[in-house]
């Protein structure tokens, strides 16, 4: 590879390593040369150089998750995160179609039940479940602010426990 070529494979390498880890990243392209860096944990990867306010800005965008232009700039900027998750306490019947239609939605969904019945039961295969109380579990599972958290039990003790951790959590949907 030429010169140029290394610096792309590189940048699409730590890309590609970012997205493996679920972390986020962003790509900085200047739409005036085509020249690009990948900005991650502070490190950057390519052969744009940012100046200390760009740096800045891009680090704001990857906080706010917010992909777009850098104002008065040629800079263009995508961010990439961490899938969505969905937190769903109860396995119940809802849950068997919810499940399904967040993973489409492109949610990672986990599905937390304490009654082994409702969680091995095979309702639902293709989903990450935990047959933990809830309160347990999202302790571990730690919603933050790519989370939305689904109680469908209708029990108070399943249930109260997973909607007091949301509420004290910045899940962005409860």
């Known amino acids: 590879l030429c010169g140029e070529g290394r610096v792309k494979a590189a940048l699409f390498s730590a890309l590609e390593k970012a997205l493996s880890d679920n972390s986020i990243c962003a790509v900085v392209t200047d739409t005036g040369n085509g020249q690009q860096t990948l900005i991650r944990d502070g490190e950057a990867v390519g052969d744009l150089v940012l100046v200390p306010d760009q740096l800045k800005q891009v680090n704001k965008m990857m906080g706010r998750d917010l992909s777009g232009p850098i104002t008065d700039t040629t800079l263009f900027v ?86 007091a951790a949301a509420l004290r959590s910045p899940a962005f949907y409860i």
Do not use: C, N
């Open 78 to 163: 995508r961010v990439y995160g961490p899938s969505p998750r969905m937190v769903i306490v109860g396995a119940v019947h809802i849950a068997q179609a919810l499940a399904p239609m967040a993973q489409l939605a492109g949610f990672d969904v986990t599905v937390i039940d304490p009654r082994e019945g409702f969680v091995k039961a095979g309702r639902l295969s293709d989903v990450t479940t935990v047959a933990e109380w809830p309160d347990d579990a999202m302790d571990a599972l730690a919603p933050d602010k790519r989370t939305a958290v689904v109680t469908l039990t209708h029990d108070p003790k399943l249930d109260d426990p997973a909607l």
